[in-house]
Nanobody, 117 residues
Framework: QVYLVESGGGLVQAGGSLELSCRAS?????MAWYRQAQGKQRELVAR????????YSASVKGRFTITRDDISRKTLFLQMSDLKPEDTAVYYC?????????????WGQGTQVTVSS
């Protein structure tokens, strides 16, 4: 059974910091954090590959850092700093396994992050 379990969400004041964690049941080729604000589409926040290459959305670059546990490679982190009210959203952990032209995708249940002004 494949699962992804997020933790670390909560309420924080603007300018504060928060760290999200995602525990996976298996190793994925790449993992990512997405978020979905109320009334908006889910968007990519940051992604990291098995080789350690990371990318960020323009809105979080320089404020958020995605890392993965180097030993088990099954735990994903998102360090968020200088949080803004517009960062308020449900944050989802995503794991992908690349199978040729097919991508096997898994999602966590999400964790709420609320940033007050």
């Amino acid at each position: 059974q494949v699962y992804l379990v997020e933790s670390g969400g909560g309420l924080v004041q603007a300018g504060g910091s928060l760290e999200l964690s995602c525990r996976a049941s298996r190793v994925f080729d790449r993992m990512a954090w997405y978020r979905q604000a109320q009334g908006k589409q889910r968007e990519l926040v940051a992604r990291i590959t098995s080789g350690g290459t990371s990318i960020y959305s323009a809105s979080v670059k320089g404020r958020f850092t995605i890392t993965r546990d180097d030993i088990s490679r099954k735990t994903l982190f998102l360090q968020m700093s200088d949080l803004k009210p517009e960062d308020t959203a449900v944050y989802y952990c995503n794991g992908e396994q690349l199978l040729g032209s097919y991508v096997d995708t898994y999602w966590g249940q999400g964790t709420q992050v609320t940033v007050s002004s």
